[in-house]
């Protein structure tokens, strides 16, 4: 009686020769490559499962039908845009807005954590940028490219270029991060000020 290790083996190079049959002689249909070639479900709320190999030969067809043949460069970049972002995350605990009235409060991280009831690093991460970036804010936009408008003269308020289309919309030259004073500057590190 074969071990099963033996029998694991076997059903591997099964699957594999099943698989390598399949993507004989094809190519990929966005670069035409040859090389590293997957499955890409053309619509990914019908996929069932990528695992078809060892599905009886009408169930695979099925399955199969629905994709189409990728080489692996070209499925990251593609299916990277289909992750779920933010409130669409099954595990998210926030709303876009929350996100957003986070990122423009210069509350304590400490404060918005605990109201929020999220640790305080995922307040920084928000802030930051490095999570909930598909959001954005009028501040994070603008503050990046302050320009000069005719008539706005010494306005404490400067006009700042709206980096989503260009348009010039007011907004104060400062950040989360960026002090709103000179006087701020040397009166708590940026944590501490929030």
């Keep these: 009686m074969p071990t099963p290790e033996l029998q694991?083996?076997?059903a591997r190079q099964w699957m594999a020769a099943r698989r390598a049959a399949?993507?004989?002689?094809?190519i990929c249909e966005e670069c035409g490559s040859t090389k590293n070639l997957e499955l890409d479900h053309r619509d990914p709320t019908m996929k069932v499962t990528h695992r078809v190999w060892s599905w009886r030969?009408?169930?695979?067809?099925?399955e199969l039908a629905k994709c189409r043949?990728?080489?692996?460069?070209c499925h990251k970049l593609k299916?990277?845009?289909?992750h779920a972002k933010g409130s669409r995350n099954g595990c998210a605990k926030l709303t876009e807005e929350e996100a957003r009235q986070i990122r423009e409060s210069v509350e304590p991280s400490r404060t918005l954590s605990i109201r929020y009831g999220i640790g305080m690093r995922?307040?920084?991460h928000i802030r930051k940028g490095d999570?909930?970036?598909h959001i954005g804010t009028l501040a994070q936009r603008s503050v990046h490219h302050p320009v000069t408008v005719e008539g706005a003269g010494s306005n404490p308020t400067r006009l700042a270029q709206n980096k989503l289309g260009g348009v010039a919309c007011p907004s104060p030259v400062t950040g989360p991060d960026l002090p709103r004073s000179a006087g701020d500057m040397?009166?708590?590190p940026i944590e501490e000020r929030r």
């Design 8 to 10: 694991r083996e076997y």
């Design 22 to 26: 399949w993507f004989e002689g094809k």
């Design 57 to 62: 030969k009408e169930r695979r067809e099925a």
């Design 69 to 73: 043949t990728l080489c692996q460069e």
């Design 79 to 82: 299916s990277a845009g289909e």
């Design 122 to 124: 995922t307040v920084q």
């Design 131 to 133: 999570t909930w970036s």
């Design 186 to 188: 040397t009166a708590a």
